[in-house]
């Protein structure tokens, strides 16, 4: 193992001199990604220089996530606490079913997530669990909400037409998921958003009433706190009253940017979140923890132990429920995705969250105060988003995104919205500075001064 900490420790450092001096790195056409780099596995071993060699060419042609022309998804970025801790996870590699097999990991699990349900102002029976993301974050509240309405499905499977309700611009997980559960997609209503992106309230309660009169039975609401696109906020508080009314549970889709919580200044935007029945965030996206670490919790556990205990004597041997955590999850054997969260946190502290949070609102005021006093830009997007959506000179923003790429300039996609195609910078990456966000426009606008876009 020494001589590979060693050896990682060599490739890391290659990585981070990498990242500096080529943040975008060359991608290899996939036509010729096997001609260019050796991934065949042989009958004899590959060793000592020639392994090393081939990682090495590997890293150095791998997109650079955490470089700072990298705007291009809802993560970014590299907080060094966090890292330490999934590096550890790794190391310790402990599976999170049981008490017996994770000890104290079992605690750190718990303690993130009460502090959570705390935070957010979920009472005393609240609890939650780590998911391999946020579509199977969804997928679990799904499930509970479905299993909350009718247990018996549990055994029968679904027998009835049963109705779920989220916007249009919400994440594709919900349809997905429908499909996965026996639901069905056409089973699944896309709501109409206004001209902010948020769920219409009004049609939502519309088409709760036309499922009804049809005989149709409703029982789930997704409302998304930052939608995948706009970053737009759907109101909670005014959604849950219709949740109310018709007995329809209220998970709200925090994966991008419900970690506003901890945000003085920005938990507005998830006003009424303590009305919900679940509610789910990616720390991977917002507050910077490696890839996955995704957290669902709920208002009362008993639906996380209905919909996921499954008795199993050669499993849970010893200790009771509540430290038993395979007892409330989707799956069995399961990673360690806690500890990088919580080595952030407590070595930060809450206030530190927070900061992280801002920054990337700071980040993407920035940038649309540089696009608003710029002729040459059209902003699409809102006030309170981290996705900052644009246009420049009117070039088509999938070509333009295209190019940059190819030309390893930078990293950034692009968006759709009501007929519009823009260019979606992403302020996630917390560790960037104004200077990195007027550089990302410089080097666009240098680059379409080289380029022929007629
Ligand atoms: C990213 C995202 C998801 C999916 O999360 P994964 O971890 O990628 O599965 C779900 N909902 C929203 C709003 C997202 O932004």
Redesign the pocket.
């Known amino acids: 193992m020494t001589e590979d900490l060693k050896l990682f420790n060599e490739l890391v450092e290659q990585l981070l001199t990498q990242e500096k001096e080529n943040p975008v790195a060359r991608p290899i056409d996939t036509d010729k990604l096997y001609q260019t780099l050796d991934l065949e596995l042989n009958e004899e071993p590959s060793i000592d220089e020639d392994f090393k060699d081939t990682l090495t060419k590997i890293i150095k042609s791998t997109p650079k996530t955490a470089s700072t022309s990298f705007f291009n998804q809802?993560f970014g970025g590299r907080l060094s606490r966090a890292t330490l801790g999934d590096l550890l996870a790794v190391m310790l590699n402990n599976s999170m079913y049981t008490y017996k097999v994770a000890g104290p990991q079992v605690g750190i699990e718990k303690t993130i997530l009460h502090k959570i349900c705390d935070i957010i102002g979920y009472g005393e029976h609240s609890d939650g669990t780590f998911v391999p993301?946020?579509?199977?974050s969804?997928y679990m509240a799904m499930l509970m909400a479905r299993d909350k309405y009718d247990a018996a499905i549990r055994e029968t499977g679904v027998q009835t037409k049963m109705v779920i309700y989220t916007s249009e611009t919400s994440?594709y997980?919900i349809a997905k998921n429908a499909s996965f559960m026996g639901i069905g997609r056409n089973q699944v209503r896309f709501v109409k958003i206004d001209h902010l992106g948020k769920m219409r309230v009004d049609d939502l309660e519309d088409k709760v009433q036309k499922d009804l009169k049809e005989g149709s039975h409703p029982f789930f609401v997704n409302a998304?706190s930052?939608?995948?696109v706009l970053g737009a906020f759907d109101d909670i508080s005014s959604i849950s009253k219709v949740c109310k009314k018709h007995k329809l549970w209220l998970h709200v889709?925090g994966?991008?940017c419900g970690s506003v919580i901890f945000s003085e200044q920005y938990k507005f935007l998830v006003k009424g979140l303590e009305l919900s029945d679940s509610f789910s965030v990616?720390a991977h996206?917002m507050l910077g923890t490696p890839l996955?670490c995704?957290i669902i919790v709920t208002q009362d556990k008993k639906y996380l132990y209905q919909s996921f205990s499954n008795e199993a004597e050669y499993l849970y041997q010893t200790d009771d429920d509540e430290f038993n955590l395979g007892k409330i999850s989707m799956q069995c054997g399961r990673r360690n995705d806690a500890l990088k969260l919580w080595t952030l946190w407590k070595s930060v502290g809450t206030k530190g969250l927070e900061n992280i949070v801002d920054k990337q609102f700071e980040l993407a005021d920035i940038a649309r105060n540089y696009i608003r006093n710029h002729s040459d830009y059209t902003l699409y997007s809102f006030d309170d988003s981290i996705s900052v959506c644009f246009n420049y000179k009117n070039i088509p923003a999938k070509k333009l995104c295209t190019l940059l790429y190819e030309h390893s300039a930078l990293m950034v996609g692009f968006g759709t919205f009501e007929n519009n195609e823009f260019v979606r910078l992403v302020t996630i990456n917390s560790l960037l500075n104004e200077k990195d966000i007027l550089n990302f426009f410089y080097t666009l606008e240098e680059f379409v001064n080289h380029h022929d876009f007629k």
């Open positions: 809802l993301g946020g579509s199977m969804n994440h997980s998304t930052g939608t995948t889709d994966a991008y990616n996206k996955t995704s």
